[in-house]
C-alpha cells in the first residue's frame, strides 16, 4: 500500500520458508489470478494492462490485443479451470447530457 492507502504491486509470502517477494509495483488492484500449476499469475496494471507473470523468474508480458471493454475500476479477474479463459469485470457506461432551461421571469407593464 502506498502512503494514500491505495494496492502498490503485489507480492508472494511462502508458508513453508517464511520469506515474502515482491513481484511487482505496477498492479492498482486488489485482484489477482493464478494460472493452472501456480507458477503464473494474471492482472491488470494501473493503466489497464493485461499482464502475465512468472512468481519464481519474476519475468512479466503483456497480453497484446485490445479487450473488448476496459475493465472496471475494482479489476476483477478470474481464471478458468483450464487456463484457456480469462475472465474480467468491465463496465461500459454511456450517457446523455441535457440541460434544461428555465425561461426568466420579466416585470409585467402596469
Excluded: C
Aim: net charge positive; no cysteine; glycine share 10%.
Amino acid at each position: 500500500m502506498n502512503a494514500a492507502g491505495e494496492a502498490n504491486g503485489f507480492g508472494v509470502h511462502e508458508v513453508s520458508t517464511g520469506k515474502t517477494r515482491r513481484l511487482n509495483e505496477e498492479s492498482r488492484g486488489y485482484d489477482v489470478a493464478w494460472l493452472p500449476g501456480n507458477r503464473q499469475v494474471v492482472y491488470f496494471t494501473g493503466r489497464g494492462a493485461l499482464v502475465i507473470q512468472d512468481v519464481e523468474t519474476l519475468a512479466r508480458r503483456t497480453v497484446s490485443g485490445a479487450l473488448p471493454h476496459p475493465p472496471d475500476l475494482l479489476n476483477s479477474i478470474v481464471v478458468s479451470p483450464d487456463g484457456r479463459t480469462l475472465y474480467y469485470g468491465a463496465r461500459q457506461v454511456e450517457s446523455n447530457i441535457w440541460i434544461v432551461k428555465r425561461p426568466v421571469d420579466t416585470p409585467q407593464k402596469q
